[in-house]
């Protein structure tokens, strides 16, 4: 529980001023301004300038609003049963444990029975404070990524959806599901509103509606869970009048929640699957990322079933096939005459549940167009020949049935054990066995050529990108961690060295490239981890840190598990290398290439700004032998559910 | 032009065919000065504040690097918006960008940069990673 949805003492509500400042006589001064305005609008207008003369005076109505003199209005409604309330309870029925949120008076109805509803008042969902749109989105999907599961951030109107526009596109490209709520009240102020709210994101989101009644705002509720879940699964809006916020629910009850059902493959196709799995001499299983946690472990009890060796998508992304179970790797024998693909191609056949690419053609009414999103996308220029790997690709491609591989999987193996023998257990167990040492010893040897690799300008400063992976990860091995960032730029060195055998080990890229995604990730990620044992890994470029930093105090507010690292390279590097490469090519000049794309002059210090956000924290560390004991700290701290930043020079690339 | 340089770099190659040490050619220029050449024409971005990066330097053998006249070819090279060579990571460095006296210098701080590869066996942590590896069972 956060600081905040618990009781407070009257020593923690009181503000901690250090004992210097006159506080009193601070906000007398600020008393004395507001009221001087108060008596004599016109006052700022005595003497304009030029470039004040060309406005008009702002009214005397909106002088009070700028300046902070708008009081909560007195005759709000007193209601008994507020509507907000039955929102937030149907909230709770889905188990949406966190809405993540900055705040906004459009939904100030939601956000106060979030706070007061119940008795004693509600704990969940726990309001997530966040210091920018961006950052709850981002976090809805850092938490979605590793739980498989929704939680919820909401948006003040047209301009919090318009922050957080980002976010949800990122969202909507790595189809996570979130439900985005969206306040709506045509009685404040105008620009905040619109008739048709989520039309600014309609394009890149799966579904949204703007309920007129308080039950129809219930269902909605509901079928935004029931929406973000089912494939194609991604972030849907509800936009939620103030009307039906503030309104007497009487004797309204909240109707049972009915989850989503997804299915799977028919029987028939389960059997034939089943059968071509039993037949063959040599299955194995092509896994790609499922849906939930559950569709690993589905996974798992198949290939085990079968002693099918199995492909995994772990280093690379969230819930995938645990990468050092017995059955994961190339197998013993890497000729198989039939191969299941489950989430991924196959060459025999795949289930794949649908992606938002079948969405667009319907919901892209700003036509962007998406490039790679479009249903008919077209990697090579129109009239080209395929390249190789294109056609390499469509040879290697079976049949593909668009069905969700995670609800499929109890279906084949209610077929296959129905179909085993004694003898044919026999055979499956020695396969195992083989399977077994033949993945092992190809996990130890990739490791060991990582290793030789790894140790590439070892003792050299500023600090190897592949020292931080290679050091850190003897600290966590052995913990329940989860690396929440994407790791592109820092060199992606723990899809060599570490271990990914958890549905939240690794979250992935960031969907659509887009920068600023790092921190809100983790802090999301951070979320699901505190209260389930976990700790959270964030290894972070300092150009992405500086979109939206406000998370780092987030973390701190709502303690969450947060390590830190950062890649800091000052520099937006990929962006250096693109520039000096142009320079180059253009032959004007290879020595201003830095122009806009490095992050000195001055250095920042992300040790200091954690520190002001009210983190833990240490560095910059420019010595790599001093590396190994501040992660040691960092691991501590964050194991004790302390957020920490560590600040490391590193190596460009 | 363009066939010319060509031609030269095939000639030189020919004649350094096989990089071992005893067949680089002579450092002539200031790796002192090479070094901040080396920062300010951005050659880090790719290769590293150390000569270890995207595209390592460090005692590589690469061909490239087997004496000045080539690795001076080879910076110029590219000096077209099509490159000569079939490269499209390595930016070009006409003269009118490095000079000759700048290309030496920093062929001299390239060649001075250290070979840092320590042996596993004396790396806790790379030690640590192969043990855990060997000892450690799967655990659902
Ligand atoms: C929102 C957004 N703005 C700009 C870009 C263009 N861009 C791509 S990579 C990059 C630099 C990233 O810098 P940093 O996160 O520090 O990583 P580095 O390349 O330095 O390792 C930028 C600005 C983007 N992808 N997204
Ligand atoms: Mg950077």
């Known amino acids: ?653 | 032009m363009r066939k010319h340089v060509f031609g030269t770099i095939v000639l030189l190659m020919g004649l350094y065919a096989t990089p071992a040490a005893a067949q680089l050619g002579p450092v002539n220029g200031d790796a002192e000065a090479g070094a901040q050449l080396y920062y300010d024409h951005g050659c880090y971005a790719c290769h590293g504040f150390s000569g270890y990066g995207r595209k390592d330097l460090n005692n590589t053998g690469s061909p490239w690097l087997t004496n000045e006249e080539i690795f001076r070819a080879f910076l110029r090279a590219r000096a077209d918006v099509a490159p000569l060579l079939p490269s499209t990571d390595m930016p070009n460095y006409p003269a009118n960008s490095l000079s000759d006296a700048m290309v030496r210098d920093i062929y001299a701080y390239v060649r001075s940069m250290p070979d840092n590869r320590p042996e596993t066996a004396d790396v806790p942590a790379l030690r640590n990673i192969l043990e855990a590896a060997e000892q450690r069972q799967y655990k659902p």
């Not at chain 1, 049963?81 to 906004?104: C, H, T, W, Y």
């Not at chain 1, 969206?182 to 600014?200: K, L, N, Y």
């Not at chain 1, 600090?463 to 961690?481: C, F, H, K, Q």
């Not at chain 1, 700790?535 to 701190?556: E, M, R």
């Open chain 1, 1 to 653: 529980m956060s600081k905040d949805q618990s009781d407070h003492s009257r020593d923690d509500i009181t503000p901690k001023i250090a004992p210097k400042v006159d506080r009193r006589s601070f906000l007398k001064g600020a008393a004395t301004g507001a009221a001087a305005l108060a008596v004599n609008p016109g006052a700022q207008a005595q003497e304009p300038s030029a470039y004040q003369a060309s406005f008009t005076a702002p009214s005397y109505q909106q002088l009070q609003r700028d300046t902070g003199m708008v009081a909560p209005p007195t005759s709000g409604r007193t209601v008994v049963r507020p509507g907000s309330d039955l929102m937030v309870q149907a909230l709770k029925d889905m188990g949406i444990e966190f809405v993540a949120s900055n705040n906004g008076s459009s939904f100030e109805g939601i956000q106060e029975s979030i706070a007061n509803y119940g008795s004693p008042p509600n704990h969940m969902p726990e309001y997530i404070t966040a210091l920018h749109e961006e950052s709850s989105v981002d976090m809805a999907n850092g938490y979605a990524k590793a739980e498989g599961r929704p939680m919820a951030a909401m948006l003040h109107g047209t301009l919090g959806i318009q922050h957080a526009s980002m976010s949800i596109f990122q969202a909507y490209h790595t189809g996570t599901p979130m439900i985005l709520i969206v306040g709506r009240d045509e009685s404040f102020i105008q620009a905040h509103t619109a008739d048709d709210m989520a039309a600014m994101c309609r394009s890149f989101t799966k579904w949204d509606a703007q309920p007129k009644t308080l039950p129809e705002c219930i269902d909605a509720l509901h079928e935004a869970y029931r929406q973000a879940v089912t494939p194609p699964t991604g972030p849907t809006v509800i936009v939620i009048d103030m009307e039906l916020q503030k309104e007497e629910a009487r004797d309204f009850v909240v109707p049972p929640f009915r989850p989503a059902e997804i299915g799977g493959v028919d029987h028939a196709t389960a059997r034939d699957i089943a059968k071509a799995l039993f037949d063959a001499s040599n299955p194995r299983l092509n896994t790609g990322m499922f849906r939930t946690p559950e569709g690993g472990q589905a996974a798992v009890q198949l290939a085990e079933l079968i002693g099918a060796s199995t492909s995994t998508t772990a280093t690379g992304g969230p819930m995938g096939f645990p990468q050092r179970h017995p059955l994961c790797g190339p197998g013993a024998d890497t000729t198989n005459d039939y191969v299941l693909g489950l989430e991924t191609d196959s060459p025999n056949i795949s289930l794949q549940r649908p992606a938002v690419t079948s969405l667009t053609a319907k919901r892209d009414v700003m036509g962007i167009g998406f490039g790679s999103l479009r249903e008919d996308y077209v990697p090579s220029p129109p009239g080209s020949e395929p390249t190789p790997q294109e056609q390499n690709q469509k040879q290697s491609q079976g049949t593909v049935l668009t069905v969700d591989a995670e609800a499929s999987i109890p279906l084949i193996i209610a077929e296959l054990s129905k179909l085993m023998t004694p003898a044919k257990l026999r055979e499956i167990d020695e396969r195992k066995a083989s399977h077994a040492r033949a993945n092992r010893e190809a996990f130890l040897t990739d490791l060991r050529a990582a290793v030789e690799e790894k140790k590439r300008g070892w003792d050299l400063s500023p600090v190897s990108t592949a020292r931080i992976y290679a050091e850190l990860w003897p600290l966590i091995m052995n913990g329940d961690w989860c690396l929440a960032s994407p790791s592109n730029f820092s060199g992606a060195h723990h899809r060599e060295l570490w271990e990914h055998n958890k549905p939240y080990s690794f979250l992935g890229s960031q969907g659509a490239g887009g920068m600023g995604y790092g921190l809100g990730a983790s802090a999301g990620a951070a979320l699901a981890a505190r209260g389930r044992g976990r700790f959270v890994v964030n290894i972070q470029c300092d150009g992405d840190f500086n979109y939206a930093p406000g998370a780092l105090w987030t973390a701190c507010h709502h303690e969450l598990p947060m390590l830190s690292i950062m890649h800091n390279n000052r520099a937006w590097h990929q962006e250096f290398m693109f520039i000096q490469y142009l320079a180059g090519v253009r032959g004007r000049g290879t020595d201003r290439g830095h122009i806009g794309t490095v992050l000195r002059d001055p250095f920042i210090d992300y040790s200091k700004i954690a520190q002001g956000y009210g983190m833990a924290s240490e560095g910059p560390i420019e010595d790599p032998t001093l590396l190994a004991a501040a992660l040691k700290r960092g691991v501590e701290s964050v194991k004790n559910g302390k957020p920490y930043l560590i600040d490391v020079l590193t190596q460009p690339r």
